[in-house]
Nanobody, 125 residues
Framework: QVQLVESGGTLVQAGGSLRVSCAASGPTFSRYVMGWFRQAPGKEREFVAAVGWSNTNTHYADSVKGRFTISRDNAKNTVYLQMNSLKLEDTAVYYC??????????????????WGQGTRVTVSS
């Protein structure tokens, strides 16, 4: 079993940058595909980004492509989401998720086995 704890969410101005982190427990972190999802007020949770077993395999939602970067540090059991050029519409609770798979990227919520509690990112004008 994997426990995930997100951190780093805060209030940031539009156009700014922020990095959120997700710390995972357990010795098999490197074998999980890791994803970030977000849920804005009044909206459904949506896929943001995912990384395979290594940082050479990543995938992004079109809405964040070119602005966000997902990465993982297997030695620290941590996955990061670097968010640049933040927009008002990026305001959401950001959730980290882990998928025990054969290494292929997952973009659907049902594919993920474990979830964190979320960290709130608010982008202000």
């Amino acid at each position: 079993q994997v426990q995930l704890v997100e951190s780093g969410g805060t209030l940031v101005q539009a156009g700014g940058s922020l990095r959120v982190s997700c710390a995972a427990s357990g010795p098999t972190f490197s074998r999980y595909v890791m994803g970030w999802f977000r849920q804005a007020p009044g909206k459904e949770r949506e896929f943001v980004a995912a990384v395979g077993w290594s940082n050479t395999n990543t995938h992004y939602a079109d809405s964040v492509k070119g602005r966000f970067t997902i990465s993982r540090d297997n030695a620290k059991n941590t996955v990061y989401l670097q968010m640049n050029s933040l927009k008002l519409e990026d305001t959401a609770v950001y959730y980290c998720a882990a998928d025990w798979s054969a290494g292929s990227i997952a973009t659907e919520m049902f594919e993920y086995d474990y979830w964190g509690q979320g960290t709130r990112v608010t982008v202000s004008s």
